[in-house]
């Protein structure tokens, strides 16, 4: 059995292994192919899943802290363990008894990783429409999926996709259903070349197939109390700690080089601009660190009462993580960027990889766009009058 303070010591462990790695990882966008193996074997793939079914038990502090912890090695790799937590968080939150008791072990064993195909193309990123829609086979459900971003697909054992519920269901009644990978054919409809994140290998894919009628996660047409619940806040939560934990390995390591005797001639520690530039990144990874931790108490509390996750003022902090999250991160990195200059800072020979958590991060204000947030954000704002602030 598992303690949840373990689970954080086991992600410690795998640090050392997940650095050696990103570098060659970046450079070719190639799928962590060691450092999944490492997560499957370490038991963190089963963070989420319930100790009757062989998991660590844990709950969105851990996913928040076991995320911190990976981006120190690879942000790439925390990421793609960060969105499987995501969908086996659904998955433990809302399946049938059936396939909980099939895939659940299997989950908690490192067996299965576990891809979202949750986008389709022109939506813009909208999860909560769909338009490929469900067909009924013979006592089986028939799915033609395309989606132009299916992160780490291509090593996936299994797959949440959502769909239209039926050619005659409006757009907004969307089912989420889990397959197999052995259940679907999969082909690759794009390449992956991105700025940054290259490690996660979200490619284009087209997933077609048949279930089983307990596979569908939730109830039909439904997905929308699902994202509510469950998919979104331990997205909003998992990604955040990720960024965080990428852009404090970045201010460690400038901070070490700083107290080191090879510190490069314009990083005195005695200069007040040097000082200075470091307190304003401590001060925005302090920021981000005390919302999350706030959150994810709030995150909690809800789950244990049994409340939702759906009223205006929980929407409103959940979103505002994301946003700020993403914002002050990357302009952490930024920052230390400037700090450290062209040679230690831009250059991707550095001896730091300032220049690819820059990269990484900027991704962070795409990945779910911040305008659309800001927008859904200002919507909500006017109707929370008495502005409850977390």
């Known amino acids: 059995m598992y303690s949840k ?32 193996r490492a997560l499957r074997d370490s038991g963190l793939m089963g963070l989420l899943v319930p100790r009757e079914h ?98 780490g697909g291509e090593h996936a054992d299994g797959f949440l996709i959502t769909m239209r519920d039926s050619a005659e269901s409006s757009a907004d009644s969307v089912t989420l259903v889990y397959a197999d990978r052995d259940q679907l054919s999969l082909e690759v409809t794009g390449d992956w070349d991105p700025m940054g994140m290259r490690g996660t290998r979200s ?38 700690a990720c960024w ?16 080191s005797a090879a510190k490069p001639g314009g990083l005195d520690p005695h200069s007040d601009l040097v000082t200075e530039r470091l307190a304003r990144v401590r001060i925005d990874l302090e920021l981000v660190s005390g919302y999350l931790r706030q959150v994810c108490d709030k995150v909690a509390a809800h789950r244990a009462q049994g409340r939702p996750l759906d009223d205006t003022a929980t929407q409103i902090h959940l979103n505002t993580l994301k946003v700020a999250a993403a914002e002050l991160t990357f302009g952490a990195v930024d920052r230390l960027v400037q700090l450290c200059g062209m040679a230690t800072g831009y250059l991707k020979t550095s001896e730091l990889p300032l220049e690819r958590h820059f990269r990484d991060l900027r991704s962070a204000s795409l990945n779910i766009a911040n305008e659309r947030l800001l927008k859904v954000t200002g919507a909500l704002s006017l109707m929370d009058r008495p502005v409850t602030l977390i």
């Open 54 to 151: 062989g998991g660590m038990g844990g709950g969105v502090h851990d996913v928040a802290e076991v995320g911190r912890v990976l981006a120190h090695g690879c942000a790439s790799t925390a990421m793609i363990w960060a969105m499987h937590s995501q969908q086996v968080d659904s998955i433990v939150a809302f399946a049938d008894a059936r396939l909980a008791e099939r895939l659940l072990p299997r989950v908690a064993a490192g067996e299965v990783f576990i891809a979202s195909v949750t986008t389709e193309p022109g939506s813009g990123g909208q999860i909560l429409r769909a338009s490929a829609s469900l067909t009924g086979g013979t006592g089986t459900l028939a799915l033609d999926r395309k989606a132009p971003i299916v992160t």
């Open 5 to 36: 303070a373990a689970a954080a010591d086991v992600a410690r462990e795998l640090v050392p292994l997940l650095r050696a790695h990103a570098r060659e990882v970046d450079a070719k966008a190639a799928f962590p192919v060691e450092a999944l």
């Open 203 to 240: 490619v284009g894919m087209r997933v077609t197939g048949e279930v089983e009628p307990d596979q569908v996660v939730g109830e039909r047409g439904g997905f929308r109390r699902v994202a509510l619940a469950s998919m979104v806040p331990v997205a909003h939560v998992a990604w955040s």
């Open 244 to 259: 965080l934990g990428a852009a404090q390995s970045a201010l460690s390591d400038v901070v070490r080089l700083i107290r």
